[in-house]
């Protein structure tokens, strides 16, 4: 009997329980997202200019980023914000060797940068956040990569998300790629930014379940960043702050309106090392740091954040780790068919990211529907990046690798408390 006649053969519930890892595991997933998005879609309304007296302090940190200052910078200064909400543009050089500090200066004398800190040694992203915080006026901090750039209106939105609550601790921006035509690796993030971000991090906020306002653009009310004592210095420190806020009782919110782009990896050696920093952090923040949301007896126990942490944990880190099993389970039952089987899922998770794709490009214009036609290299790179978040998890699991990352410098990990 040949692959079609087989699956031809089989009934509904035969169909899910061979294909279980995609239909009990990411199916709902879908389905949920699609319905939380579809409901976000039809409640937004229009928002109005911010009538507020707050003011913003842009924090941009950051090591060799001299080519890339003046761009951002000037995307600032370009920003539709009144005179009222005076910004502030504080620049921190982490230990560069590129010039960034002459850069930053001649802008200060420009008029384009408020404050220039120069660390003569590099301390990582994290220790630079915090050291450009001690030097912030406004009311609401706006931490920002140097390799971003924004919409005019970006900040102004932003502003009027806590103009609105006075609950809200942090809001987390819509990210795009800005270099999506430079590979076809590019591109295939820039259709991942589309389905996570404009439309993950949708559907999360929607469900109250945010987690994570991303570092490349993400704005925080100063009180609430004080009050949780900044950020942490190891790696995952985006997730780290939101979560810590979260606890801290603060909302967290996405602001979809408020758009930026963000520069990616162009090469899949520099995907899979970043990629692998990132889901190290899987296992350090949600494994590790923040296993006392589960537990009820806590002061600051909260169900939203025990749903925000299972989302994680169950469609990234257990998802990953049923990855093999199902693959090793289609081998043992199916012998060699396995292999056609496996062809099989593989066109499944095509059709899936052709309606998430959809999905993202109805709720964002800007996605064009012509990046469809690298669908079935993004669901190939997709299936690689899983084999690397597994790869990640044990080495975390197992060697705490992410204490050995050269994304923060090793004299300043040594010193960061281990969790």
Known sequence: MNAVAFLGSLDFVSLVLLFWYTTLLEVPRYLIGAIAAGIAALSERPRQPPDTNLTLSVILAGHNEAQSLRACVSGLAEQTLSDRNRLQVVVVDDGSTDGMADVAHDLRGEGLVDEVIRVRHRGGKSAAVNLGLGACTGDIIVIADIDTSFDRDALAVMLGYFAADPRLGAVGGDLGVRNECASLVTRCQAIEYGISVSLGRRVADALGILSMVSGAFGAFRRSAIEGVGGQDVEVGEDADLTMKLRRAGWRIQFAPEARALTQVPETVPALIAQRLRWDRGIVTIWFRKYRAVFDPRQSTF??????????????????????????VWL?????????????????????????????????????????????????????????????????????????????????????????
């Open 302 to 327: 909260r169900a939203f954040d025990v749903l925000a942490s299972l989302d994680v944990l169950i469609f990234q880190f257990l998802l990953s780790l049923a990855f093999p099993v199902y693959l």
């Open 331 to 419: 081998w043992w039952h199916f012998g060699a068919f396995a292999l056609t089987l496996i062809g099989a899922t593989i066109v499944g998770y095509l059709i899936i990211d052709l309606v998430a794709v959809i999905a993202a490009a109805a709720v964002r214009v800007e996605r064009p529907l012509s990046m469809t036609i690298y669908l079935p290299l993004y669901t190939l790179l997709q299936l690689l990046l899983r084999v690397v978040r597994l790869i990640a998890i044990f080495q975390e699991l197992i060697f705490r690798a992410s204490y050995r990352d050269p994304y923060v410098p090793a004299r300043v990990m040594r010193r960061a408390v281990r969790v």
